[in-house]
Protein backbone atom coordinates (compact mmCIF):
# COMPACT_ATOMS: atom_id res chain seq x y z
CA UNK A 1 0.00 0.00 0.00
CA UNK A 2 0.76 3.61 -0.06
CA UNK A 3 3.14 5.16 2.68
CA UNK A 4 4.07 8.82 3.13
CA UNK A 5 6.75 10.20 5.54
CA UNK A 6 7.11 13.66 6.94
CA UNK A 7 9.82 16.01 8.11
CA UNK A 8 10.10 17.00 10.50
CA UNK A 9 8.50 14.56 13.53
CA UNK A 10 8.64 18.33 15.63
CA UNK A 11 9.56 21.73 15.19
CA UNK A 12 9.05 24.31 17.74
CA UNK A 13 9.30 28.32 16.54
CA UNK A 14 9.51 31.57 17.71
CA UNK A 15 6.10 33.24 16.89
CA UNK A 16 6.38 35.62 14.35
CA UNK A 17 8.96 32.68 12.77
CA UNK A 18 8.55 30.63 9.73
CA UNK A 19 7.31 26.92 9.49
CA UNK A 20 7.63 24.60 6.40
CA UNK A 21 6.49 20.67 6.82
CA UNK A 22 7.55 18.32 3.95
CA UNK A 23 5.25 15.18 2.83
CA UNK A 24 7.27 12.45 0.46
CA UNK A 25 6.41 9.65 -1.16
CA UNK A 26 8.28 6.79 -3.08
CA UNK A 27 5.36 6.91 -5.56
CA UNK A 28 3.63 9.20 -7.98
CA UNK A 29 0.63 10.57 -5.95
CA UNK A 30 -2.85 11.16 -8.05
CA UNK A 31 -3.04 13.91 -5.28
CA UNK A 32 -2.77 14.59 -1.68
CA UNK A 33 -4.75 16.64 1.36
CA UNK A 34 -3.49 18.31 3.98
CA UNK A 35 -5.06 18.35 8.05
CA UNK A 36 -4.35 20.08 11.14
CA UNK A 37 -4.83 18.65 14.40
CA UNK A 38 -5.19 20.91 17.29
CA UNK A 39 -4.09 19.18 20.34
CA UNK A 40 -6.99 16.90 21.84
CA UNK A 41 -8.85 17.78 18.87
CA UNK A 42 -9.55 15.88 15.62
CA UNK A 43 -8.13 16.52 12.68
CA UNK A 44 -9.56 19.08 10.45
CA UNK A 45 -9.52 19.13 6.32
CA UNK A 46 -7.61 21.54 5.19
CA UNK A 47 -7.26 21.39 1.42
CA UNK A 48 -6.39 19.17 -1.34
CA UNK A 49 -3.74 19.21 -4.09
CA UNK A 50 -4.51 17.62 -7.56
CA UNK A 51 -2.15 18.96 -10.59
CA UNK A 52 1.52 19.29 -10.46
CA UNK A 53 3.29 21.98 -9.38
CA UNK A 54 0.12 23.40 -7.67
CA UNK A 55 0.21 25.72 -5.45
CA UNK A 56 -2.87 27.22 -3.11
CA UNK A 57 -2.75 29.86 -0.39
CA UNK A 58 -5.17 30.19 3.05
CA UNK A 59 -4.54 33.11 4.39
CA UNK A 60 -0.84 32.95 5.83
CA UNK A 61 -1.01 29.13 4.75
CA UNK A 62 0.97 27.93 1.28
CA UNK A 63 0.27 24.40 0.26
CA UNK A 64 1.94 23.43 -2.88
CA UNK A 65 2.44 20.13 -4.54
CA UNK A 66 5.85 18.80 -6.69
CA UNK A 67 6.58 18.93 -10.16
CA UNK A 68 6.70 15.01 -10.39
CA UNK A 69 4.14 14.40 -7.47
CA UNK A 70 6.03 12.44 -5.33
CA UNK A 71 6.23 15.46 -2.58
CA UNK A 72 4.14 18.50 -0.93
CA UNK A 73 4.81 20.89 1.49
CA UNK A 74 2.87 23.28 3.52
CA UNK A 75 4.49 26.78 4.71
CA UNK A 76 3.21 28.80 7.01
CA UNK A 77 4.11 32.45 7.25
CA UNK A 78 4.52 34.53 10.66
CA UNK A 79 3.28 31.65 13.14
CA UNK A 80 0.41 32.47 15.66
CA UNK A 81 -0.36 30.77 18.81
CA UNK A 82 -3.30 29.66 16.92
CA UNK A 83 -1.50 27.40 14.44
CA UNK A 84 -0.32 25.21 17.51
CA UNK A 85 -1.15 21.65 16.70
CA UNK A 86 -0.16 18.59 14.31
CA UNK A 87 0.02 19.03 10.45
CA UNK A 88 -0.59 15.57 8.37
CA UNK A 89 -0.34 15.20 4.91
CA UNK A 90 -2.40 11.85 3.33
CA UNK A 91 -2.45 10.45 0.13
CA UNK A 92 -4.73 8.77 -2.27
CA UNK A 93 -4.85 4.71 -2.25
CA UNK A 94 -5.82 3.69 -5.31
CA UNK A 95 -9.04 5.71 -5.24
CA UNK A 96 -10.68 3.91 -1.98
CA UNK A 97 -9.38 6.09 0.99
CA UNK A 98 -5.96 7.88 1.90
CA UNK A 99 -3.10 6.88 3.86
CA UNK A 100 -2.06 9.37 6.64
CA UNK A 101 1.81 10.23 7.34
CA UNK A 102 2.73 10.41 11.18
CA UNK A 103 2.43 14.48 11.52
CA UNK A 104 4.58 17.51 12.31
CA UNK A 105 3.84 18.43 15.24
CA UNK A 106 3.85 22.19 15.60
CA UNK A 107 4.47 24.44 18.71
CA UNK A 108 4.81 28.45 18.90
CA UNK A 109 6.32 29.97 21.60
CA UNK A 110 5.25 33.71 22.31
CA UNK B 1 -25.74 20.13 10.56
CA UNK B 2 -24.59 17.61 13.44
CA UNK B 3 -21.65 16.33 10.40
CA UNK B 4 -20.04 13.14 12.37
CA UNK B 5 -21.11 11.76 15.40
CA UNK B 6 -19.04 9.36 17.98
CA UNK B 7 -20.23 8.20 21.03
CA UNK B 8 -19.23 7.47 23.57
CA UNK B 9 -16.65 10.12 23.71
CA UNK B 10 -14.62 8.21 26.34
CA UNK B 11 -14.72 4.05 27.51
CA UNK B 12 -13.00 2.08 30.17
CA UNK B 13 -12.82 -1.61 29.09
CA UNK B 14 -11.32 -4.49 30.71
CA UNK B 15 -9.29 -7.05 29.06
CA UNK B 16 -11.98 -9.66 27.06
CA UNK B 17 -14.83 -7.65 27.06
CA UNK B 18 -16.56 -6.31 23.73
CA UNK B 19 -18.16 -3.12 22.86
CA UNK B 20 -19.52 -0.78 19.66
CA UNK B 21 -18.22 2.32 18.69
CA UNK B 22 -21.08 4.67 17.26
CA UNK B 23 -20.62 6.52 14.03
CA UNK B 24 -23.59 8.39 12.36
CA UNK B 25 -23.70 11.49 9.62
CA UNK B 26 -25.83 13.03 8.68
CA UNK B 27 -23.81 14.75 5.11
CA UNK B 28 -25.71 11.71 3.09
CA UNK B 29 -22.13 10.92 2.50
CA UNK B 30 -21.31 7.69 0.89
CA UNK B 31 -17.71 6.91 2.20
CA UNK B 32 -17.22 6.07 5.90
CA UNK B 33 -14.24 5.68 7.39
CA UNK B 34 -12.56 4.07 11.39
CA UNK B 35 -9.05 5.33 11.79
CA UNK B 36 -7.02 4.49 15.27
CA UNK B 37 -4.53 7.23 16.55
CA UNK B 38 -2.62 5.89 19.60
CA UNK B 39 -0.49 8.89 21.74
CA UNK B 40 2.12 10.72 19.50
CA UNK B 41 1.53 8.87 16.11
CA UNK B 42 -0.92 9.26 12.97
CA UNK B 43 -3.73 7.77 11.65
CA UNK B 44 -4.38 3.78 10.78
CA UNK B 45 -7.05 2.61 8.51
CA UNK B 46 -8.96 0.42 10.93
CA UNK B 47 -12.51 -0.67 8.03
CA UNK B 48 -13.98 1.63 5.25
CA UNK B 49 -17.10 1.51 3.53
CA UNK B 50 -18.03 3.14 -0.21
CA UNK B 51 -21.71 2.60 0.55
CA UNK B 52 -24.50 0.48 2.38
CA UNK B 53 -23.56 -2.77 2.60
CA UNK B 54 -20.13 -2.55 1.39
CA UNK B 55 -17.27 -2.44 3.60
CA UNK B 56 -13.44 -3.73 3.40
CA UNK B 57 -10.66 -4.14 5.51
CA UNK B 58 -7.67 -1.48 6.16
CA UNK B 59 -4.22 -1.44 7.68
CA UNK B 60 -5.25 -2.39 11.18
CA UNK B 61 -8.38 -4.73 10.91
CA UNK B 62 -7.40 -7.58 13.80
CA UNK B 63 -9.81 -7.47 16.82
CA UNK B 64 -12.58 -5.62 14.98
CA UNK B 65 -15.96 -5.59 12.99
CA UNK B 66 -17.69 -3.37 11.26
CA UNK B 67 -21.20 -3.30 9.59
CA UNK B 68 -23.02 -0.63 7.17
CA UNK B 69 -27.03 -1.02 7.00
CA UNK B 70 -27.30 2.21 5.94
CA UNK B 71 -26.03 5.44 4.79
CA UNK B 72 -25.60 7.04 7.75
CA UNK B 73 -24.17 5.04 10.19
CA UNK B 74 -21.05 2.86 10.43
CA UNK B 75 -20.16 1.23 13.84
CA UNK B 76 -17.22 -0.48 14.77
CA UNK B 77 -17.55 -3.55 16.71
CA UNK B 78 -14.54 -4.39 19.17
CA UNK B 79 -14.90 -8.28 20.43
CA UNK B 80 -12.35 -9.32 23.15
CA UNK B 81 -10.55 -6.31 23.77
CA UNK B 82 -6.63 -6.22 24.71
CA UNK B 83 -4.41 -3.73 26.03
CA UNK B 84 -3.27 -3.11 22.49
CA UNK B 85 -6.74 -1.55 21.71
CA UNK B 86 -6.14 1.34 23.96
CA UNK B 87 -6.59 4.17 21.61
CA UNK B 88 -8.74 7.18 19.99
CA UNK B 89 -10.84 6.09 17.66
CA UNK B 90 -12.17 8.72 15.07
CA UNK B 91 -14.58 7.92 12.27
CA UNK B 92 -15.12 9.97 8.98
CA UNK B 93 -16.56 10.43 6.09
CA UNK B 94 -16.47 11.24 2.53
CA UNK B 95 -18.99 12.32 -0.20
CA UNK B 96 -16.14 10.39 -2.70
CA UNK B 97 -13.30 9.04 -1.99
CA UNK B 98 -11.06 11.08 -3.07
CA UNK B 99 -12.10 14.49 -1.38
CA UNK B 100 -11.39 15.94 2.43
CA UNK B 101 -13.03 13.91 4.74
CA UNK B 102 -15.02 15.17 7.97
CA UNK B 103 -13.95 13.80 11.05
CA UNK B 104 -16.01 12.68 14.34
CA UNK B 105 -14.64 14.09 17.66
CA UNK B 106 -13.27 10.70 18.55
CA UNK B 107 -13.57 8.27 20.84
CA UNK B 108 -10.63 7.74 23.86
CA UNK B 109 -10.85 4.47 24.56
CA UNK B 110 -8.54 2.71 27.00
CA UNK B 111 -8.35 -1.44 27.94
CA UNK B 112 -7.37 -2.15 31.25
Known amino acids: GQQVMQIPQYQHVQEGEDFTTYCNSSTTLSNIQWYKQRPGGHPVFLIQLVKSGEVKKQKRLTFQFGEAKKNSSLHITATQTTDVGTYFCAADNYGQNFVFGPGTRLSVLP | NAGVTQTPKFRILKIGQSMTLQCTQDMNHNYMYWYRQDPGMGLKLIYYSVGAGITDKGEVPNGYNVSRSTTEDFPLRLELAAPSQTSVYFC???????????FGSGTRLTVV
Open chain 2, 92 to 102: ASSQTGDYGYT
